[in-house]
């Protein structure tokens, strides 16, 4: 059997390349933010691990002629043309498994940190201001709580909410029976009507793309507290922000954003426009650049869960 070569094109744990390596499959590391570059050597890989610099569009799979194998560093696989890569038979690959224990702690974090105006008093003090009463907190025993979507990471968050004596429901257009000890299944209407928190844990897809409009926002009975740890787009933020002036949405917890960039380092408000800068000013929304899976631990496990799946696909397979 001639040697399986896989091209690592991020930096990531040592432990993928350590345990691809123990498997017998060479690994050759090119971090580049050159999309070109990747495009004069993919011929010669027999997979690719990515994460999210650049699109593997037609071009980079038609180019990767002995491809079998992209694994995606992560959960979301809208940086990869899926189908035409399964059409041409190669295998695509995520690690969900490997982040959404973070993905459920910062969630319940950013609710929790809202709700108790933490990032609010904690810039007051160190103002030297001392103020309590203008930062009563809310509890969220008695609330409901509705996840949208019901995959790796909303059922992470949903396991986190146990013991603070709320209701959580959850909405999945793409499962059937999934009602367990942490959240019991409901329809889109029912979300509508009962939730008092919604959490956002849908992929980017067509159908998802600002799917959280004024429309949306509107559906709900009552007057929600949203939080997005899934994709920026799936929000519009223009509709967002009117939400928030008019009180409909009383809260947010932002840990991705519209405007993000496939890298971005820097943010700028003034070419952000009005909507972002209201954003990063008022009191109840509360920002994170897109952290909500970075961690110690899920940095290994990332990496772990992958390595294994890519191990299945070349090593198991034969």
């Known amino acids: 059997m001639s040697t399986i070569k896989i091209l690592l094109t991020d930096n990531c744990h040592h432990v993928l ?7 017998g499959i060479s690994c050759d590391e090119f971090f580049t933010d050159s999309k070109e570059k990747l495009l004069n050597c993919i011929h010669q890989y027999n997979g690719v691990v990515v994460r999210s610099k650049f699109i593997v569009d037609k071009q980079f799979i038609d180019s990767g002629i002995r491809l079998k194998c992209i694994g995606r560093l992560g959960s979301g696989m809208e940086t990869i043309d899926v189908e ?14 490997g982040n959404r224990d973070a993905v459920g702690e910062h969630t319940l974090a950013m609710l929790l940190g809202l709700f108790n105006h933490l990032n609010k008093i904690n810039n007051e003090i160190k103002q030297g201001l001392w103020r309590r009463e203008a930062n009563r907190g809310l ?13 790796n990471m909303g059922a992470a968050f949903a396991k986190r909410l146990q013991g603070f004596d709320v209701e959580t429901l959850a909405y999945d257009k793409y499962k059937t029976r999934f009602s367990d000890n942490y959240a019991k299944k409901v329809d889109l209407k029912t979300l509508f009507e009962n939730a008092d928190i919604l959490s956002l844990h849908v992929p980017l897809t067509e159908e998802t793309h600002y799917m959280v409009d004024n429309k949306f926002l509107q559906s709900f009975k009552k007057d929600i507290y949203l939080i997005n740890t899934s994709r920026g787009k799936v929000i519009k933020t223009s509709d967002l922000v009117d939400k928030l002036k008019l009180g409909k949405v009383k809260g947010s917890c932002l840990d991705v954003l519209e405007y993000e960039n496939m890298i971005m380092d820097k943010l700028d408000p003034e070419a952000l426009g009005e909507d972002f800068k209201y ?31 890519i191990i299945n696909v070349f090593i198991l397979d034969e």
Request: net charge positive.
């Open 139 to 151: 509890e969220l025993k008695g609330k409901t709580v509705g996840i949208m979507g019901y995959g």
């Open 84 to 97: 035409y890569a399964e059409k041409k038979g190669i295998t695509c690959l995520n690690s969900p498994e």
């Open 17 to 23: 390349k350590q345990k691809l390596e123990t498997a």
């Open 279 to 309: 954003l990063i000013h008022a009191d109840n929304v509360l920002l994170s650049p897109h952290v909500a899976g970075w961690t110690v631990e899920s940095k290994y496990k990332l990496a772990d869960v992958l390595a294994t799946k």
